[in-house]
């Protein structure tokens, strides 16, 4: 990976991700009467966390050094993860890993790829992510992992410039969480809407 020398002249930007705040999902059925933990994603060695990276032709990486990050991204994809969440509805309660809270499902990730892709003159932007949901009162003989899945998400970028790219990094992020919350919905309830046998039992 290289960067380019910074001088007197450069202007250093700070981005961050963030996008609006999607309103409360209408699920079918009643919400999951659960608590969910939210482990920290963490980044990838190859991932890099200071700085913007764009991908060119030839499978050259460039860290752009005068456009860094405001904090390490993958804790930035894991807050907007949490407070999307939060916000939907899904389970009764959403906490990070800091929280005393009891819980019975955890989510745990790791961000393996974030950057912006430039080829042919059209820019892109990526983020990958491998991801596990565990239920922790799985019947004994029964797997935890209700759901383990890569993502890969790759959004349109308007132009080359890294403000763009940041900007479609926001769509991937927002993209990524969208996803992952109708794939939990899925794991626990079912495509039907209806909740599991495990958590009818709890219910009754």
């Known amino acids: 990976m290289s960067g380019c020398a910074l001088t007197y002249r450069d202007t250093i930007s700070y981005h961050s991700l963030d996008y609006p705040l999607p309103g409360r999902e209408g699920t079918s059925g009643e919400p999951i009467h659960e608590t ?39 804790n930035m994809v894991t807050e907007l993860i949490i407070r999307d969440l939060d916000s939907s509805g899904l389970f009764d309660k959403t ?31 990526l983020i990958e992510a ?29 132009d080359t410039q890294p403000d763009s790219i940041v900007k479609a990094l926001n769509g991937a992020a927002r993209e990524l969480s969208a996803n992952l919350r109708r794939d939990i919905r899925a794991a626990i309830r079912g495509d039907d809407g209806e909740l599991s046998r495990t958590d009818k039992t709890k219910r009754n």
């Open 130 to 158: 491998e991801v596990t949901l565990i239920d922790f009162e799985t019947p004994m003989g029964a797997t935890k992992s209700v759901l383990k899945k890569t993502y890969r998400i790759e959004t349109p970028s308007v």
């Open 36 to 74: 969910l933990m939210v482990y920290r994603f963490l980044p990838a060695p190859s991932v890099e966390t200071h700085a913007l990276v764009i991908s060119e032709a030839g499978g050259k990486d460039r860290s752009i050094l005068v456009h860094r990050w405001e904090e390490n991204p993958a």
């Open 95 to 125: 906490v990070d890993q800091l929280s005393n809270a009891r819980y019975r499902y955890a989510l745990e990730g790791t961000i393996r790829n974030l950057q912006g892709i430039v080829a042919d003159g059209k820019a892109k932007a």
